[in-house]
């Protein structure tokens, strides 16, 4: 089990990445919302339905992996991120190269900022913490890109 962990957990190699691992877990969630919304024709909600189906699998790997290395929140684990962007790219309608580029940026402004209460939710235990941080990061890019929306710039 701990080969599945490690590749839920690092999003199949993503959190690998020797430099900004999050973000190329983050820019790897992007390019597959797009991908499946923009050309591959599904709903716009698929990226919010993807996002909850891996939530608790993320839970599971996060926890296991932090457990494997004696690291809090290793740099290894990415799954969080992909929830995270997943759950931000629902607030884009039809999810273009353009709003898909904007929750990118935003999911990855309020990921390393961590405004309230982003930050206190680290602490909660394990793989909890770990998920649930990005989650509300999620929501935040959420609710900012249906605001740009609603002022018509998507």
Do not use: H
């Not at 877990?25 to 919010?48: E, I």
């Not at 991120?81 to 759950?87: A, H, L, M, N």
């Not at 930050?119 to 740009?148: Q, S």
């Amino acid at each position: 089990m701990n080969g599945v962990a490690l590749a839920i957990g690092s999003w199949f190699g993503c959190g690998y990445v020797p430099r900004a691992p999050g973000t190329a877990g983050s820019l790897t969630a992007t390019l597959l919302a797009l991908l499946a919304v923009r050309y591959g024709g599904a709903p716009a909600q698929t990226p919010l339905i993807a996002g909850a189906a891996l939530f608790l699998p993320g839970v599971w790997a996060a926890g296991r992996v932090e457990r494997m290395v004696g690291r809090r929140d290793p740099n290894l684990v990415v799954v969080d991120e992909v929830v995270g962007q997943w759950i931000g790219l629902a607030g884009a309608s039809g999810l273009g190269w353009t709003s898909a580029l904007v929750g990118f940026l935003l999911f990855r402004c309020f990921d390393i900022w961590k405004p309230f209460p982003v930050k206190r939710l680290e602490v909660l235990p394990a793989g909890w913490g770990i998920m649930l941080d990005d989650v509300m990061a999620g929501i935040y890019t959420a609710l900012v890109l249906l605001l740009l929306r609603w002022l018509g710039l998507f």
